[in-house]
């Protein structure tokens, strides 16, 4: 118990001075995107909070198991669309994805200090769900980046799993690839719950993240994207899922 209360002040305390130290270099970087340098300072900003995520998981103890790797598509614009086991998610997929991406946060985020710069900074966008209107803006903003080379990161079952299996798709989670025709990449996410939330101390457990083979939507009819990609989508994670579960 008391390496675990160690491992979690450890972890937390890197986290809030890697924030406050790096959160003037961030913004720094946000301005030199406004003046045309948004890719370059984007790939250097990245790959800082990279190391920083490496560097959470060492400390939790944690191993991990990092397949599929190679298909992630190198240049262009990639939709990342996970399932979500827990908080830990985002920082395993910003640890190995090996490409700068934002990603949909909830609104109450917002009002989080240093935390609401660093999802700006990495390109991410905060949506209010209970407004259609301001919902439907800030999914079309996401759209117009995709287009524009820039990646995203989505959690198509709209809340964490908590570890008990993968919860249903919403409607409409994924337009963002629908309507950007951008490549998907499903990322199948296992054991994020139990390195902290379960027990609310930092454990060191075995995590799993497998990067899919892309589906590509460009050329699909849209029959296909609007009815069936979702399912199609689906079925990738949850069969890394039941394939991790096999192998025990």
């Known amino acids: 118990m008391l390496m675990a209360l160690f491992k979690t ?12 130290i790096f959160t003037p270099l961030g913004i720094l970087a946000f301005f030199l995107s ?14 800082i909070v990279q190391v920083w995520a490496k560097i959470i998981i060492a400390t939790t103890g944690c191993t991990v198991d990092v397949r599929g790797t190679e298909n992630v598509p190198a240049k262009g614009g990639i939709c990342f669309v ?20 934002g990603f949909i946060a909830k609104k109450e985020l917002m009002y989080l200090p240093f935390i609401n710069v660093w999802i700006s900074i990495l390109g991410g966008l905060f949506i209010d769900r209970k407004n259609i209107r301001k919902a439907i803006n800030t999914i079309n903003k996401g759209i117009k980046r995709l287009q524009n ?12 799993s908590k570890g008990e299996g993968l919860l249903p798709f919403r409607a409409g989670s994924i337009k963002l690839a629908t309507h950007s025709l951008v490549p998907i990449v ?11 939330e379960r027990h609310y101390r930092v454990h060191a457990v075995p995590l799993s993240i497998v990067f899919c083979q892309p589906i590509f939507t460009a050329n699909m009819e849209s029959e296909e994207r609007r009815h069936h990609l979702i399912d199609r989508v689906k079925a990738c994670i949850e069969e890394e899922l039941l394939e991790k579960n096999r192998q025990g």
């Open 82 to 101: 996970s399932n979500h086991v827990g908080l830990f998610d985002i920082i395993l997929t910003i640890a190995y994805a090996g490409h700068p991406f």
């Open 186 to 196: 499903p990322i199948a996410i296992t054991g994020s719950y139990e390195v902290f």
């Open 34 to 47: 406004l003046i045309g340098l948004r890719r370059l300072t984007s790939y250097c900003i990245y790959k």
């Open 149 to 160: 080379g820039s990646s995203m990161l989505i959690f198509p079952e709209g809340t964490r």
């Open 9 to 20: 002040i450890l972890a937390f305390a890197i986290t809030i001075l890697t924030i406050i």
